[in-house]
């Protein structure tokens, strides 16, 4: 399990932006290097982009757990 975990987080990743008006608010959004997700998978509106950054890496943690463990089909 800890090869596909592997390669599967070298194909996901985390990306935060500003949001809002004006823009003052940050949000993380996971994207998929090999193919779109078909779904936007993000989460936010954060004072900060370091913030927004950690909430979204747990965030991917928990996702590609549930890939791992068959919870999730993407």
């Known amino acids: 399990m800890a090869g596909k975990r592997s390669n599967l987080s070298n194909d996901y ?3 935060t932006k500003l949001c809002g ?3 003052t608010l940050w ?3 996971i994207l998929r290097r090999s193919k ?3 779904v936007k998978y993000c989460g936010g509106e954060f004072n900060g982009a370091q913030t927004a950054k950690l909430a ?4 991917l ?3 590609l757990n549930g890939l791992c463990q068959g919870k999730i089909d993407a």
């Open 61 to 63: 943690k928990e996702f």
């Open 27 to 29: 949000t993380w959004e």
């Open 13 to 15: 990743f985390v990306i």
């Open 36 to 38: 779109p997700l078909g």
């Open 56 to 59: 979204g890496e747990e965030a």
């Open 21 to 23: 008006r004006p823009k």
